[in-house]
């Protein structure tokens, strides 16, 4: 194999392994990270690589069809028939108001209507990759925004089809790239390309629901994890290439397999799987897209590229905000909608290289082009943090002070206890508390949530609980306890800090994930921390004793011995900062919990050989 492979090989691994965590550790995501190593990489900067930029890029979009594979796995049919209105209704919509704006703008502007035609269809796309993976890292893609981002993505590959029937049909002089060049079937009447791709739709849908589960019960008796592997890329790239041959997208048809296996017993096996390759390979997807930001271009003609850029981003951003209110999502959602499609999609560089072959365009608008879909991309991460640094807060800010508003208004109260997060984890507590006829008032950053905790009869208001202005509102001058029960470690840390410097008298009962986590409130003067695994694990410990033929009190015991010790163990450790000493305080701390249970056990038989003596007996109650 040729040498340079290995060494460009080297030299992307290279960049993701060093930018990707910086990326990470400065809270900006992966995908800035992929970019950034891209544009430091590529011809602009440093020059490790070059023109097979294009080249990898094509090889790397294979990432995007194994995406829509996995996200496929993850949707059961059922629940793609109930997104049907969003995917044809909203994702049709944004195409075409979008490609409609861009045409009458770029007419007006001089261009021909076949150039601008062109132009707004492929504006009107947005990037798959960039934004379901922005929206799986930040945890929205079972939100309102992440649903309806999904459905317009959804729609967009689906159009992919007639797109490219129409464009050739554009051609200023004739072209040189007919769609006998881009499909095997190219030379077929209208008619015979409509049943080539009815059959291969046809041949998924029958392998997948009668073909395959056979093929997967035989490589998993094998039980060699290597040719469940094979066989899972087999089938993506089979799928790839049957979608390839008729002229459909390779993504379409990976997530229609992918659909087609949701209620399988080996849905996760395959997702499992296929999800290393999926992740290097979108990662080296954003690379290239930053390696080919050509920043020449752009120092030598930056007002027109930026205000492409600009236009481009504004003009997506408004029609799928109105959109979005079309459509119902809410404020908060429809802005993380909004902006998250707001680019241009990595399809527009095979349009426009289908454009530029086919005459419609020319070579001086192609290069613009690109580099503004290459920094449109590029600016997708950034858009997103500051929609969530400022935006969104500020929506919060709105959802106080405006008295018009529904439910998103924190109404003054004086309850005795806040919780703050109504995730399963609050959710639990609250209910306990209502139980008892304790008032309690609600508050929850994630709207989707609070609509439907509203629906089924719950008062919870939508706020950040980290704003103390909003804490006040909310009653806390009054109340006497905050459970802070958030899900974002961060925040619950900022809440901590919040309460501390503006309301002290509040008692603070706070949820941790982990050890880790309980140092770090202690610190803080935490003195009531509850980690979220603790009291679980210790239940399924007494359940597996009781199943191994121990008496139930004695299970009980051994939990509370061990529960106790944890916590003073949990306070001790906390205050050691050297991790060396940190090392041997967990062993000496692990010895000193094996000779206190022994000792728990020793006494226990004792006093069970009294029990027996006298004919007296204990009952141990979990407290």
């Known amino acids: 194999m040729h040498e340079s492979f290995f060494i460009h090989a080297f030299i992307y691994l290279a960049g993701a392994v060093i930018m990707v965590p910086i990326a990470q550790y400065f809270k900006l995501g992966s995908v800035l990270g992929y970019l950034l190593a891209g544009i430091i990489i590529g011809p602009s900067f440093l020059k490790l690589v070059g023109e097979e930029s294009q080249d990898v890029m094509h090889f790397a979009e294979f990432g995007v069809v194994m995406m829509l594979f996995v996200i496929g796995l993850e949707l059961e049919p059922l629940r793609l028939w109930r997104l049907r209105r969003r995917i044809v209704g909203l994702g049709g919509a944004q195409l075409l108001s979008t490609a409609l704006l861009v045409f009458i703008i770029c007419s007006l502007l001089g261009l021909s209507w076949q150039v601008s035609l062109t132009l707004g269809t492929i504006i009107s796309m947005s990037s798959t990759a960039i934004v379901l993976q922005i929206l799986e890292e930040k945890g929205w893609n079972k939100t309102m925004a992440g649903r309806s981002a999904f459905a317009v993505l959804l729609f967009q590959d689906m159009a992919i089809i007639p797109i490219l029937a129409i464009l050739p049909l554009l051609s200023l002089n004739g072209g040189n790239t007919t769609t006998e060049e881009t499909t095997l079937l190219g030379h077929l009447p209208g008619w015979g390309q409509t049943l080539a791709v009815i059959g291969a739709v046809t041949i998924i849908i029958v392998a997948g629901k009668y073909l395959l589960y056979p093929v997967f019960r035989a490589m998993a008796r094998t039980r060699l994890r ?73 120092v030598q003609q ?243 004793l009781k199943i191994l033929g121990h008496k139930r009190h004695e299970a009980v015991r051994a939990a509370k011995t061990f529960f106790v010790h944890d916590e003073k163990t949990l306070k001790y450790l906390s205050s050691i900062r050297n991790n060396e000493e940190y090392i041997v305080a967990i062993r000496e701390k692990m010895q000193e919990l094996d000779i206190l249970m022994k000792a728990d056990r020793e006494e226990f038989q004792v006093e069970v050989e009294e029990e027996d003596r006298t004919g007296g007996g204990k009952d141990f109650q979990v407290r």
Request: hydrophobic letters at 50%; proline letters at 2%.
């Open 302 to 544: 930056p007002w027109i590229i930026t205000g492409m850029v600009l236009g481009v981003i504004l003009l997506k951003a408004a029609i799928l905000l109105l959109l979005g209110k079309i459509f119902n999502i809410r404020n908060a959602q429809n802005f993380i909608f909004s902006l998250g499609l707001a680019q241009i999609g990595e399809f527009a560089f095979v349009l426009l290289s289908f454009s530029l072959g086919e005459g419609i365009i020319s070579a001086e608008l192609n290069s613009l082009m690109m580099a503004t879909v290459a920094i449109s991309m590029a600016c997708t991460p950034l858009l997103m943090m500051f929609n969530e640094k400022f935006i969104l807060t500020r929506l919060c800010a709105v959802s106080v002070d405006d008295k018009n508003k529904d439910y998103s208004d924190v109404e003054e109260e004086e309850n005795p206890v806040i919780i703050a997060g109504y995730g399963h984890f609050g959710n639990t507590v609250g209910r306990f508390l209502q139980a008892h006829n304790i008032p309690v008032t609600v508050l929850d950053y994630d709207s989707d949530n609070v609509d439907f905790l509203r629906k089924v009869g719950l008062k919870v208001y939508f706020g950040d609980a980290t704003r103390h202005d909003l804490l006040e509102i909310a009653g806390a001058n009054k109340a006497e306890i905050l459970i802070i029960a958030i899900g974002d470690e961060e925040k619950r840390m900022v809440l901590i800090e919040t309460v501390k410097k503006h309301f002290p008298h509040l008692y603070l009962l706070v949820r941790a994930k982990d050890r880790n986590e309980a140092y770090n409130q202690m610190n803080a003067g935490m003195m009531h921390i509850y980690r979220e695994s603790l009291d679980t694990s210790l239940r399924l410990g007494v359940d597996a």
């Open 226 to 298: 290597e040719m469940f592997t094979a066989i899972v890329l087999l089938l993506v790239v089979g799928i790839a290439l049957l979608m390839h041959l008729v002229g459909l997208s390779p993504a379409l048809g990976a997530f229609l397999g992918g659909v087609l296996l949701a209620n399988s017993e080996y849905r996760h096996e395959l997702e499992s799987a296929i999800d290393p390759f999926k992740g290097l390979l979108l990662g080296l997807f954003f690379m290239t897209v930053g390696s080919t930001i050509d920043f020449k271009l752009v």
